[in-house]
């Protein structure tokens, strides 16, 4: 099975709970946006905007927490044994918890790497964006079978990544054309629609996100397969 049709079978078949997992992983990151306040001014309402492609940047953390979670249903699905959907909830309930030190260590590792110069910091990105979809036991251990999958599979992976930046960029800028530029004294509702931009971001994105989750966990699997 291609790693196209695994994506896709487990997303259609595990739609309502992977969707679950998915508002579970960016709840904190929701949060953040509710407390985004309604902008005072036209100077205030550009930088709520700023916020937006913010969260888009942050959500990536949310996102290799998710792919913890979904990979029981991927390799339920790869393994020819799928899991009922209370039981993929459970078992994705469970990745996400395992997965947060491993990839919270993961994001620093890039955050370093991207400080001492971009390149390294995308590099590093690649190679431990499987961190989350790995069985073994112990962050170190899900570290280093990230970086083993992702040097055969690195191509794709990068393709994911750049596919959901993207799509992110193009969803902002096609949101934000109806509210700049901003005039001087703009409508207490213009102003309000910033701040429900924030919020429709996030929603949006994690909305979308278990479709990218599912991919990069899809690349694991297969990618561990061939290891072996």
Request: proline share 7%; glycine share 8%; aromatic share 4%.
């Amino acid at each position: 099975m291609s790693v196209a049709k695994l994506s896709l079978r487990t997303y259609v078949r595990y739609l309502v709970p992977l969707t679950v997992l998915s508002v579970i992983a960016f709840a904190p990151l929701f949060l953040f946006a509710l407390r985004v306040p309604v902008p005072a001014n036209a100077k205030q309402a550009s930088i709520v905007l700023r916020y937006a492609w913010v969260f888009a940047g942050v959500s990536l953390v949310p996102l290799l927490v998710l792919v913890g979670g979904v990979a029981p249903a991927v390799r339920g699905i790869a393994g020819g044994a799928p899991r009922s959907q209370l039981a993929v909830l459970g078992a994705g309930l469970l990745g996400l918890a395992r997965s947060v030190i491993p990839c919270l260590l993961a994001v620093a590792a890039v955050a370093i790497g991207g400080l001492a110069c971009v390149v390294p910091g995308l590099i590093l990105l690649v190679l431990l964006a499987l961190t989350g979809a790995s069985p073994e036991d112990g962050a170190p251990a899900r570290l280093t079978d990230s970086i083993a999958v992702a040097r055969t599979t690195y191509l794709p992976i990068i393709g994911v990544i750049a596919c959901v930046l993207a799509v992110q960029a193009i969803a902002i800028v096609v949101l934000t054309r109806p509210l700049v530029p901003v005039g001087k004294a703009p409508k207490p509702e213009h102003l309000a629609a910033f701040r429900m931009l924030v919020r429709v971001t996030v929603a949006g994105i994690a909305l979308a996100a278990p479709i990218a989750a599912v991919a990069l966990a899809a690349l694991h699997a297969r990618g561990r397969a061939a290891l072996r």
